[in-house]
């Protein structure tokens, strides 16, 4: 049990809808960060954000964007989806910037029909 | 581009057996981590390497890390079908970044 959970578990969409993907972090864990992994790969960076902000991006278009609230819960958003988009999203909590996460939620695994 | 591999990507070794996963990297970095992650779930910390010469361990499972040569080992010792999982190492540039860029995982199978 690593305190990060994610919501949905599983999730269904259809080509060029949005989703908004949910996640809690462990309590006092001021830093959240992204992941996509893709069928059979590693997961992929996607952004962190630290007190509300973004605070480092990887290589994803800005259909994929986030937000974190006060009580260090953060949404996933992602725009227009594509086909591609179809992977595990993880989300990981860190109790300080610049702290690299070591604990990941169970992920929501999203399915783009 | 800080790129990671490992070798083998897929495994399979019976029980009781001895075997080494690779990773090296591209870049300088003084951060390397392993993962765990069974199918369906989330990745699993297994251990933290911090420094040139590291070296942990944890029951079956020992990692190493060679900073002069962008290489880390994870051995694992008289396999137990419970240590069927894919393995990720991962790597944190040594820029301040907290980004993590991960292998492309090494696929465990024991056979028993």
């Known amino acids: 049990e690593t305190g990060v959970t994610q919501s949905p578990t599983h999730l269904i969409k259809t080509r060029g809808q949005q989703v908004t993907l949910r996640c809690s972090s462990q309590s006092g864990h001021n830093t959240v960060s992204w992941y996509q992994q893709a069928l059979g790969q590693g997961p992929q960076f996607i952004f962190q954000y630290y007190r509300e902000e973004e605070n480092g991006r990887g290589n994803f278009p800005p259909r994929f964007s986030g937000l974190q609230f006060p009580n260090y819960s953060s949404e996933l958003n992602v725009n227009a989806l594509e086909l591609d988009d179809s992977a595990l999203y993880l989300c990981a909590s860190s109790l300080a910037q610049g702290e690299v996460p070591l604990h990941f939620g169970n992920g929501t695994r999203l399915t783009v029909t | ?112």
């Open chain 2, 1 to 112: 581009e800080l790129k990671v591999e490992q070798n083998p990507l897929f495994l399979s070794m019976q029980e009781g057996k001895n075997y080494t996963i690779y990773c090296n990297y591209s870049t300088t970095s003084d951060r390397l981590y392993w993962y765990r992650q069974d199918p369906g779930k989330s990745l699993e910390s297994l251990f933290v390497l911090l420094s040139n010469g590291a070296v942990k361990q944890e029951g079956r499972l020992m990692a190493s890390l060679d900073t002069k040569a962008r290489l880390s080992t994870l051995h694992i010792t008289a396999a137990v079908h419970d240590l069927s999982a894919t393995y990720f190492c991962a790597v944190n540039s040594n820029f301040g970044n907290e980004k993590l860029t991960f292998g492309t995982g090494t696929r465990l199978t024991i056979i028993p």
